[in-house]
C-alpha cells in the first residue's frame, strides 16, 4: 500500500544520507509512461524475490482490477533512474503498456552508488515486447 512504501521511501532516504554524509537526498513524484518504464535500469531483486516473481506478478495483475497503483521507488542518476523497490510492479506496468507512479530519491550531486553493481539491464531489454 502507499503508506507503506512511503515508509520504506524515508528508510532508504536515512540510509542513503548515512551512506553518503553531506550529500542531501530530496524525493520527486512522477508517473512514468510505458516508453519511459522501459528505460528504467532493473536491479537483481535477490534470490527469494527471484522465486515468488510469477505468482506475485500474477497477483498484481489482479489487483490492478481493483485499481492498485502503489507507487515503485527509483534512485535518480543523472539522467536514469535504478530501481530500488517495484520490480514486480513494472513489470506489469511495462507489459501491459500502464503508467505508472514512483518515487524517486534523487540526490544534490553526481555519485556512485553500490547498487550500480546489481543491475542487469533496461526494462525494455529484459522483457522485449512491441509497444
Known sequence: DVEEEKRLLEKLINYYEKL??????????KVFTPEEIGEILYTFAGAESEATFEEETKLIMEELKRGYNTPVILLKKGNEYIILDGHRRLKVAWENSLNWPAFIIVPDKELSFGIEKMIIGKIKTLWFKKL
Open 20 to 29: 553518503y554524509p553531506g550529500v542531501k537526498f530530496s524525493v520527486e513524484k
